[in-house]
């Protein structure tokens, strides 16, 4: 489904779609006809394929409705069929959106869900990579900052001074978050206190990825208006040529449409029957 509401920005990269499964041709018919997906959803009942890629997912018992899935994941195939990138996750619950790996691989932007937050000595524009949250979707999240003229803000390993830091609320299981890096700084040199710092100037941007939870922990968190909200705080010390500010904290909110997993079930002569 969420490759579907991506399929014009995947052929925009000159791609095409096809996604395979375990399950028989009427399953995958029924679905796509009641989905309303337009590109090939492949059967490999047996599992052959799925085997010969080395993606059957062994934590599923033999003999089990389910054994046969493989472990959730997306390759990129160019044109001589070589393999150039693939997104796998361990839990078979999780899924790498289509928007991030877009962003992540071909560089396409990540601003679907945009807002703007001016502070004192610097704007903040959040996006996020997809508007809706769906349980185990992982999406990219980032933020441009740009700094009024003469402002300068500090770098990691700074000494004596506060470093900008990008942090989700800690307190709320709306989504799992990723290791991320901030970008390279530069060094300057402070005359007038004979220091060099690394700090940052300009315009950056700043991108993480966040994986939202599972169905039974995201649903209790929409909101009335149908949304799950991901809340977040970026701190920052400005200085200019002539003296250093107090540090501030930021508040940051990215708002996504709640949309649940499908659970309406194929006909009962599609459904896998354990063995």
């Given amino acids: 489904m969420e490759l579907e509401q991506h399929l014009g920005a995947i052929r925009k990269q000159g791609l095409g779609v096809a996604a395979i499964s375990y399950d028989s041709v009427g399953a ?35 003999g089990t409705p389910t054994y046969g899935i493989p472990y959730p994941g997306v390759y990129v195939v160019d044109a001589q069929g070589r393999v150039v990138s693939k997104y796998f996750e361990d839990d078979y619950r999780e899924r790498v959106s289509t928007a991030e790996i877009l962003a992540r691989r071909f560089g396409a932007p990540v601003d679907v869900v945009r807002g703007e937050v001016e502070a004192k000595h610097l704007q903040i524009t959040t996006a996020a990579s997809n508007d809706i949250a769906r349980p185990g979707l992982r999406i990219a999240l980032s933020l441009d900052i740009e700094m009024k003229p003469g402002i300068h803000v500090y770098a990691s390993g700074v000494q004596g001074y506060i470093p900008i830091g990008w942090r989700l609320d800690e307190g709320g299981p709306a989504a799992k978050r990723h290791s991320f890096e901030y970008p390279h700084s530069e060094m300057l040199r402070l005359e007038a206190i004979g220091e060099t710092v690394p700090v940052y100037r300009g315009h950056i ?21 149908g949304e799950v909200i991901v809340k977040g705080l970026f701190r920052y010390q400005a200085c200019d040529d002539r003296k250093c500010y107090v540090p501030e904290d930021v508040p940051l909110v990215w708002r996504f449409k709640y949309e649940g997993l499908d659970r309406q079930r194929v006909p009962s002569e599609f459904q896998h029957k354990p063995n």
């Fill in 28 to 62: 995958l018919k029924s679905f796509a006809d009641r989905q309303h997906i337009a590109y090939p959803l492949l059967s490999d009942p047996d599992s052959k394929i799925i085997r010969t890629y080395d993606i059957l997912n062994e934590a599923v018992k033999p």
């Fill in 205 to 225: 941007r700043i991108r993480r990825e966040i994986t939202f939870g599972q169905e039974s922990v995201l649903k209790p968190l929409v909101s009335p208006t």
